[in-house]
């Protein structure tokens, strides 16, 4: 029972590079989020995805890109890095309607030099 | 636009006190989050508070909704030092918003 997982779990890029972190999840879970969490500010939603081919935008969802082909991954890129997104990155699932829980991902901590 | 604010952001207890964190929301959300986290790990679910008055327990945490007021209160009974963690609320319903945290120390 693998859950959910996130992968890398910890990476270092430069900034202007390209990265992409990688969430998959095997509960079939219709819902996926995107958070990063950053000293002070809690999480903070970035994507979140409501099925496979569907995405909305979170609170601060510029300079990312989501993509959902397929319902158990749910990738999130960074086209050209910054270091204003240094930041731990959390990956989440839930099922459509109650409970309403969210189920977390272990975390990615990025690093942009 | 929902805000989420949690207060105190940093709580040191004693072992065997009671105290309570709140959490204030600005606009009316349907549903209402408390997950803990411990240093360097994920978020783990404590409660999900879906009506007015709702009330939910688990061990020495007590979590209750008032949606009138806007507020989300976390009691703890009795603290003892497993319970040291970040504790944080979070409203809304898929675009969800969460309080900055409030840091808990129990202390011996």
């Known amino acids: 029972d693998a859950g959910i997982t996130q992968s890398p779990r910890y990476k270092i890029t430069e900034t202007g590079r390209q990265v992409t972190l990688m969430c998959h999840q095997t509960?079939?879970?219709?819902?996926m989020f995107w958070y990063r969490q950053d000293l002070g500010h809690g999480l903070r939603l970035i994507y979140y995805?409501?099925?496979?081919?569907?995405?909305d935008k979170g609170e601060v969802p510029d300079g990312y890109v989501v993509s959902r082909s397929k319902t158990e991954n749910f990738p999130l890129t960074l086209e050209s890095a910054t270091r204003s997104q240094t930041s731990v990155y959390f990956c989440?699932?839930?099922?459509?309607?109650?409970?309403?829980?969210?189920?977390f991902g272990p975390g990615t901590r990025l690093t942009v030099t | 636009e929902l805000k989420v604010e949690q207060n105190p952001l940093f709580l040191s207890m004693q072992e065997g006190k009671n105290y309570t964190i709140y959490c204030n929301y600005s606009?009316?959300?349907?549903?209402l989050y408390w997950y803990r986290q411990d240093p360097g790990k994920s978020l783990e679910s404590l409660f999900v508070?879906?009506?007015?008055?709702a009330v939910k327990q688990e061990g020495r945490l007590m979590a209750s909704l008032d949606t009138k007021a806007r507020l989300s209160t976390l009691h703890i009974t009795a603290a003892v030092h497993d319970l040291s963690a970040t504790y944080f609320c979070?409203?809304?319903?898929?675009?969800?918003?969460f309080g900055a945290g409030t840091r808990l120390t129990v202390k011996p």
């Open positions: 989440a699932s839930s099922v459509i309607g109650a409970p309403y829980e969210q189920y």
């Open positions: 509960w079939s879970h219709s819902y």
């Open positions: 995805s409501a099925a496979a081919d569907i995405t």
């Open positions: 606009t009316t959300s349907d549903r």
């Open positions: 508070l879906l009506s007015n008055g």
């Open positions: 979070a409203g809304g319903n898929n675009d969800m918003r």
